[in-house]
C-alpha cells in the first residue's frame, strides 16, 4: 500500500479520464502546514485559526497572527491557503472569550455570530489575514454561515479594511477571495443565494452531518445517525456542488467526508473540485481519485442515490470495489 501511494508524490491530482482535481490539507498550526507540504498537499484547504486561540491567557494579537498566517502563505507559495476566521463556540470553548452559559451550545453562540458580534477582535483577525495576503494565495473562509446577511457582513469589513490599507499604502492581494464554509442545513438549503455573494465554497461535513441528522457530533448514543451516508446527507451535499457549480465558483469539502475512499465516486459524480484532508490522507486521496472515471462515478452515483438508508449506501459503496 505505502509503495503505490509512493509514487503519487509531486504528481497532479486526475481521476482516471484526465480531469484536474485538487488534494489540500486540513491543519491547526504551522508545525501541521509543515507536514502538509512535506506530505505534498497541493494547498491548505483548511486553516483552523481557533487553534491560535487556545492554551493561552488572551486572544493573539495582530502581529502575532499576521505571523503565523504569512509563514504558511510562505510554505504554500502560490499555492491556495484558505484561513478559516475563528470558529469558537459548540465544542470548541476559549476561556478568556466569555462565552456565556449556554444550554444547546451547537445551536448557540459559535463562529461567525460570535465574530460578528465582537466587531474588534474579528477586525484585529480579518486585518492580519489580508495582510498576510501580500505573501501568497490566502483566501478567508467563514464558517457557520446561515444566512446571506453574514457573508455581506464580512465583506463590509474586509472592504473597510482594504480601503484603509489602500490609503496608508499596506500590501495586499487585491484578488483576496472570501468564500464560506457550507455546514448548516440553512446554507444548504439556500446554496443558491449564498453562491452568488461568495468567492468558493468548502463543505463542512462534520457539522452538515450533525445539523441535518440533528445529533451531536461528540455524543456516542447517537454516533450512529451521525454519518455521512444517511441519503439526507448525501442530498445535501449533492445540492451545495450543484449550486456551487451553477454559479461557476469552486466547491471543496474539508469534513471528514472528504477523505472517505467509498465516498470518492459520489463526490466525483457531483463534481467536487477540491477535497481537504489530514496531510496523513493526501496521497490515499490521490490515489482513490485516480481510480475513478467521471462515467463509472455517474453510474454509481445514479444507483446509490436511490437508495433509501445509510445501510443501503453504505453496502453498495463496499460492494463497488475499487
Ligand atoms: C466541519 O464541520 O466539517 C469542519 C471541517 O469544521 P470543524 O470540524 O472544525 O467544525
Ligand atoms: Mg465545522
Not at 477586525?123 to 501568497?136: E, H, K, W
Request: net charge negative; with cysteine.
Amino acid at each position: 500500500e505505502q509503495e503505490v501511494l509512493c509514487q503519487y508524490i509531486g504528481r497532479e491530482t486526475v481521476t482516471a479520464d484526465g480531469e484536474r482535481k485538487e488534494v489540500c490539507c486540513n491543519i491547526g498550526n504551522l508545525k501541521d502546514a509543515a507536514a502538509a507540504a512535506e506530505k505534498d498537499g497541493e494547498g491548505i484547504g483548511l486553516f483552523r485559526s481557533e487553534f491560535l486561540f487556545m492554551d493561552k491567557k488572551d486572544a493573539p494579537g495582530e502581529e502575532e497572527q499576521f505571523a503565523a498566517y504569512k509563514k504558511a502563505a510562505e510554505v504554500f507559495k502560490g499555492k491556495p491557503v484558505i484561513i478559516r476566521t475563528l470558529d469558537v463556540g459548540g465544542d470548541k470553548g476559549i476561556p478568556y472569550l466569555s462565552m456565556g452559559q449556554e444550554d444547546n451550545p451547537f445551536l448557540g453562540f459559535r463562529g461567525i455570530r460570535y465574530c460578528l458580534a465582537h466587531g474588534d477582535l474579528y477586525d484585529t483577525q480579518l486585518r492580519a489575514i489580508i495582510r498576510a495576503s501580500a505573501f501568497g494565495k490566502v483566501r478567508i473562509m467563514v464558517p457557520l454561515v446561515t444566512g446571506v446577511d453574514e457573508i455581506r457582513a464580512v465583506r463590509e469589513k474586509v472592504q473597510i479594511i482594504t480601503r484603509e490599507f489602500e490609503q496608508t499604502g499596506v500590501e495586499y492581494d487585491r484578488n483576496l477571495q472570501v468564500g464560506i464554509m457550507v455546514e448548516t442545513p440553512a446554507a444548504s438549503l439556500i446554496a443558491d443565494l449564498l453562491a452568488e455573494e461568495s468567492d468558493f465554497f468548502s463543505i463542512g461535513t462534520n457539522d452538515l452531518t450533525q445539523y441535518t441528522m440533528a445529533a451531536d457530533r461528540g455524543n456516542s448514543q447517537v454516533a450512529y445517525l451521525n454519518n455521512p451516508y444517511e441519503p439526507a446527507v448525501l442530498r445535501s451535499i449533492r445540492r451545495i456542488i450543484r449550486c456551487g457549480k451553477e454559479a461557476g465558483i469552486p466547491v471543496g469539502m474539508c469534513g471528514e467526508a472528504a477523505a472517505d475512499p467509498l465516498l470518492t465516486p459520489l463526490l466525483l459524480a457531483f463534481g467536487l473540485d477540491e477535497f481537504s484532508v489530514s496531510p496523513a490522507s493526501v496521497l490515499a486521496t490521490r490515489y482513490n481519485i485516480s481510480k475513478w472515471t467521471k462515467r463509472e462515478a455517474e453510474a454509481a452515483a445514479d444507483q446509490v442515490m436511490k437508495l433509501k438508508t445509510a445501510d443501503a449506501v453504505k453496502a453498495f459503496l463496499i460492494n463497488l470495489n475499487k
